[in-house]
């Protein structure tokens, strides 16, 4: 958290950090939910939807308990680094934001809903920070997995950007990618599910305090 003085560039591919063929960690089943942390094998029929919205923990917190959702983890996208670290993400020499994977039922819940919710949920005007927490680690994210949730990404943050600008506020400044091109890496056991194991842990929810458009 936090994080005053660090980078508030991304590295290039060379000047990142080396990483590591493996992860160094094992992780075992989530601590909420009835399903596993980690989810090559998603249950048919369902989507996986990748966000990066300032710390991870509470965000991982809030979409574990929308109705649908399957299993969430919490991790490290964008970067350049093979299998980080917290503390290398941390530095500001991975290139990676703090990101949370979420898969879920589209019959229950649609990834239109999730994105609406991202939105609501953190400021995506911020640039490489979220409140008084700094650094390339806490930029606003979308990962998309499919063509349908590019589209359906890219025409939300058109409208949400719209209702912010109506309102005098900043540009949104979120990174939309394709999760193809950016490898997702889980973090660390103790960040999975943290606020479930640390009820009293920290919670940053910065936002605009702008609802998504109910016309949209």
């Known amino acids: 958290m936090f994080g005053f003085g660090k980078p508030s560039t991304l590295p290039t591919p060379d000047q990142a950090l080396p990483g590591r063929s493996e992860s160094m960690w094992s992780l075992g089943d989530h601590v909420v939910l009835d399903a596993p ?3 090559p094998d998603a249950p048919a029929g369902y989507e996986v939807a990748i966000l990066g919205l300032g710390c991870f923990w509470g965000a991982e917190e809030i979409y574990w308990q929308v109705p649908g959702v399957w299993s969430t983890s919490v ?14 993400v941390c530095s500001g020499r991975t ?3 703090e990101a949370i994977r979420v898969v879920f ?4 819940v649609s990834y239109a809903d ?5 939105f609501e949920i953190h400021d995506p005007t911020q640039g490489m920070r979220q409140g008084n927490d700094v650094g390339t680690q806490y930029r ?4 998309w997995t499919t063509p349908e ?7 939300l943050t058109k409208v949400y950007g719209d209702e912010l600008a109506r309102r005098g506020l900043g540009e949104i400044t979120t990174e939309i990618r394709p999760a193809s091109e950016t490898p997702y890496f889980y973090a660390e056991d103790a960040h999975q599910q943290y606020l479930a194991k640390n009820p009293f842990g920290y919670r940053c929810h910065a936002n ?7 016309t949209a």
Not at 105 to 108: A, H, I, N, R, Y
Not at 114 to 118: D, T
Not at 149 to 155: D, G, L, S, Y
């Open 37 to 39: 942390v980690i989810t």
């Open 75 to 88: 991790g490290y996208a964008g970067g350049s680094t093979p299998n980080p670290t917290y503390e290398e």
């Open 95 to 97: 290139g990676h934001t």
């Open 105 to 108: 039922d589209p019959s229950v």
């Open 114 to 118: 999730l994105v609406k919710k991202f």
């Open 140 to 143: 606003s994210a979308i990962y």
């Open 149 to 155: 949730q590019e589209q359906t990404a890219r025409e």
């Open 208 to 214: 605009t305090g702008v609802a998504f458009p109910e």
